[in-house]
């Protein structure tokens, strides 16, 4: 794992650094010239190459000005192309717009001017840095769409720090953006590389270090990395091996209570991914009317009929389910429940003591009765999508680190599902595997599963909630190599769930 650092965050750390004698413009010269040797692996050579350099007017700016430099000596025909004239300019910006413009006459081009400009091979976004949390300024607007005209015309764009107009903190863009290629950033990456927006944005992400201290994090986010499930130093629990002294109740037992009539899908998906990721056991608690249709799906996973109402668990089935939770060791409620079963159901697996998976229609259904809420544990891992955050927590604002932080309030393990997921524990995590092709029905059935797997195994709830999140991110990479994203489905997640825990060993 790898720390990530949100803007308030790292310019804590540039201050800090600062303070104890490193010079800003040095700093300043190093990103630069780390830009500059990055553009150039990517790039082959910049010899000859045309290369405009938008520049802002703050310290991103100054960076541009700088590499605008360092790019002219190494053979690269440069232009200039600045927001705010040079004498308005302060700082660090100031001088190296001096070395630039007065030292080395480097030609600049008025941004209101860019309709019959010659597209260039290169342009470099030095507009904004990470400390943009508004919509960028409409005066922008041509620039950025000159740019990104030019890259869907061939053209590389390569970002220093963050692509202007993306959020470096929720990695949400307000109005327009840069699309880049390249973006390089120094010291830490930042959170908004990996959340929302910022996926599809940010590009080949380079982080390069330029010399500052290193971070001393109080409530840290952490990056995980396609590894980090197998190791037993993040983990504290690594992936487990198989023993040829063991046996299926070596491995855990899930009890999976789940679906409803016309939603039988959601509960097979659930436990057919947690039979794959190594649950020993799978017992499916669902609507008696849909247990042949689950027999017949799914052989491998047992049942447990229950009495039902409008085709969801009833109230009767409490006794039942009661009886069915000793010998288990991890519950998955929620998939396909349908908000017309029973809240009592909610109620007896939060005060069963054993680690649940709490999704879909269990959450909705303790947003519809919040005296559920003080049942929660820490462990207990909720999953909610962005809706089901909002129903949990109105205040809720659709910024991942934000929202998963007023989730945390209620007492358990948060994993927030998007393009990116955060993870809320005792520690932040971002899961950022997966592929767009998971935009589709059963996927969060599916994850479920799989952290319902580890759970069941003896995972530490943060643990399996992050691992599980990886570990389902990286079925859908494997899923994308061999399909068009647009053509996945959920059973394709489960499909490459031996491949994805193969990796682990």
Not at 127 to 156: E, Y
Not at 271 to 287: E, F, K
Not at 355 to 381: F, G, T
């Amino acid at each position: 794992m790898r720390s990530l650092l949100t803007p308030a965050q790292m310019y804590a750390l540039e201050k800090e650094h600062f303070a104890n004698g490193m010079p800003t413009l040095v700093a300043m010269e190093n990103a630069a010239s780390a830009f500059v040797d990055e553009l150039i692996h990517f790039c082959g050579s910049i010899t000859g190459k045309r290369i405009y350099v938008a520049c802002g007017s703050g310290n991103n700016g100054g960076d541009g000005y700088a590499i605008a430099r360092l790019a002219y000596e190494k053979g690269a025909s440069v232009v200039l192309i600045p927001m705010t004239p040079a004498d308005q300019l302060r700082g660090d910006a100031l001088i190296n717009a001096k070395r630039a413009i007065g030292g080395l006459s480097l030609p600049c081009i008025n941004s209101n001017s860019l309709n019959d400009i010659q597209q260039p091979d290169v342009w470099v976004d030095a507009l904004f840095g990470i400390g943009l949390n508004r919509p960028m300024p409409g005066s922008h607007r041509t620039l950025v769409d000159a740019m990104n005209k030019h890259r869907s015309n061939g053209s590389l764009v390569a970002s220093v720090d963050v692509p202007s107009g993306l959020n470096a903190e929720s990695g949400k863009i307000e109005g327009f953006s840069v699309q880049a290629d390249l973006t390089v950033t120094f010291q830490y990456a930042k959170t908004g590389h990996f959340l929302l927006d910022g996926l599809d944005c940010t590009g080949k992400l380079v982080v390069r270090d330029i010399g500052l201290n290193r971070f001393s994090p109080g409530h840290s986010c952490y990056f995980i990395e396609p590894l980090d499930p197998a190791c037993s130093a993040v983990t504290n629990h690594p992936f487990p091996l198989r023993r040829h002294n063991g046996h299926k109740g070596t491995y855990g037992h899930l009890l999976v209570v789940a679906g409803s009539f016309g939603m039988t899908g959601a509960a097979m998906y659930a436990a057919h991914a947690a039979l794959r990721s190594g649950a020993g056991l799978v017992t499916i608690a669902c609507p008696r009317s849909i247990v042949p249709v689950l027999q017949s799906l799914l052989p491998a996973a047992m049942c447990i009929s229950l009495p039902e109402q409008d085709g969801t668990i009833s109230e009767e089935a409490i006794p039942a389910l009661t009886d069915a939770l000793p010998s288990k060791s991890a519950v998955v409620i929620g998939p396909g429940l349908s908000t017309k079963a029973s809240p009592r159901i909610i109620e007896t697996i939060l005060t069963s003591n054993l680690p649940a998976v709490i999704d879909a229609d269990a959450l909705n259904l303790i947003a519809h009765n919040p005296e559920l809420i003080s049942l929660l544990r820490p462990q207990h891992v909720l999953t909610p999508h962005p809706g089901e955050a909002r129903r949990l927590c109105p205040d809720c604002t659709g910024q991942p680190l934000h929202d998963a932080e007023l989730l945390s309030a209620l007492n358990a393990v948060i994993l927030l599902k998007g393009a990116a997921s955060v993870i809320r524990g005792r520690k932040t995590y971002i899961s950022a595997s997966g592929s767009p092709g998971m935009a589709t029905g059963g996927s969060g059935d599916v994850l479920s599963g799989i952290i319902g797997a580890l759970l069941a195994m003896g995972f530490d709830p943060e643990c399996a909630a992050w691992a599980g999140s990886e570990i389902h991110g990286r079925c859908g990479e494997l899923a994308e190599q061999s399909m068009n994203p647009v053509s996945m489905l959920a059973a394709d997640l489960i499909a490459h769930l031996p491949a994805a825990i193969s990796e682990l060993y």
